[in-house]
């Protein structure tokens, strides 16, 4: 039987009347992976694990957060407002427990649906994820640690004129500029040039309001901190990301209780487009 086609624009229709869009990819009969995107991003990403998902029996559920691709905005949302908007989503898949992957920024919400919903989330896949910001300043001494923390403050200010800089460059010349800022092996391959490309204009679909309100929250507290998650964890990470460095890697890894971590030397922050077969093989198999 040929393998069923994604479906990039579905939606569900949220108890306060707002819509939540999503994607499905690979086995629609498979274990349940829900999926959450980095920032800038969109539920478009889950493509780059539909091969795979569809090869291996894993069921990908890629969601756009609000105010990104199709999603209604939430202007008063928290990190932990979130776990709600997808515990709506899985009873109206039908779906009671599942492994939740992030990217990047989405390792907030990965923190906050396994903290609020231990009964329903069983597994977390983080790859390449920003750490809480406050926690992770703790681990550091002296100027690094003020630099950090002064970086965390003008984050949200700084967010508005890159974004905008970086919407226009993908949208316009996005073979010459789109690998200097995020990961030069991957994006030397002119398919993943065109994914990222269609992704990410995707999130900017609704203009720069989603991701400034992520800015915002992220660079905040967050209201959950990595060592409170019980659930298994595995970790992804490259040795050489300038987006998200190593060192906040290896700060999960120290205080996710259970965590597997798997740090790729030479590699960016998009090394889990190369690595996806090993990532769903950790969720098919996880208990």
């Known amino acids: 039987m040929p393998a069923a086609e994604p479906r990039c624009d ?12 999503y994607a499905e990819y690979g086995d629609r009969d498979g274990v349940p992976l829900v999926h959450f995107h980095g920032m800038p991003g969109s539920r478009l990403q889950g493509q780059q694990f539909d091969a795979a998902a569809t090869a291996l029996g894993v069921r990908v559920i890629a969601v756009d957060r609000p105010g990104y691709g199709r999603s209604d905005r939430a202007p008063r949302r928290g990190i932990l407002d979130w ?16 492994s939740i992957s992030a990217h990047s920024g989405g390792g ?18 983080l790859l390449s994820a920003a750490a809480p910001p406050r926690d992770y300043a703790r681990t550091l001494r002296g100027l690094r640690r003020a630099v950090h923390l002064w970086s965390q403050l003008v984050f949200p200010f700084a967010t508005a004129p890159v974004m905008w800089m970086l919407e ?3 949208r316009r010349m996005p073979a010459r500029l789109m690998p200097r800022f995020v990961d030069r092996k991957v994006l030397s391959r002119r398919e993943m040039k065109t994914a990222l490309k ?9 203009g720069l309001a989603g991701t400034m309100h992520d800015a915002w929250l992220l660079s905040r507290a967050w209201g959950v901190r990595a060592g409170s998650i019980e659930q298994p964890a595995d970790l992804w990470h490259g040795e050489a990301d300038v987006i998200v460095p190593v060192a906040v890697g290896r700060f999960f890894a120290s205080e ?9 030397a030479g590699e960016g922050h998009l090394m889990f487009i190369d690595h996806v077969e090993e990532i769903l093989r950790t969720v098919r198999d996880a208990p």
């Open 10 to 21: 579905a939606s569900v229709r949220l108890s306060d009347g707002r819509t939540l869009a």
């Open 83 to 98: 776990p709600d908007d997808i515990e709506q989503l899985a009873d109206h898949l039908g779906i009671e427990g599942f």
């Open 108 to 125: 907030a919400y990965a923190l906050a649906c396994a903290y609020r919903m231990p009964q329903r989330v069983r597994h977390l896949v």
């Open 168 to 170: 226009q460059s993908i």
């Open 198 to 206: 269609k992704e990410t204009v995707e999130g900017f679909r609704q």
């Open 256 to 264: 996710l209780r259970r965590c597997h971590a798997r740090f790729v």
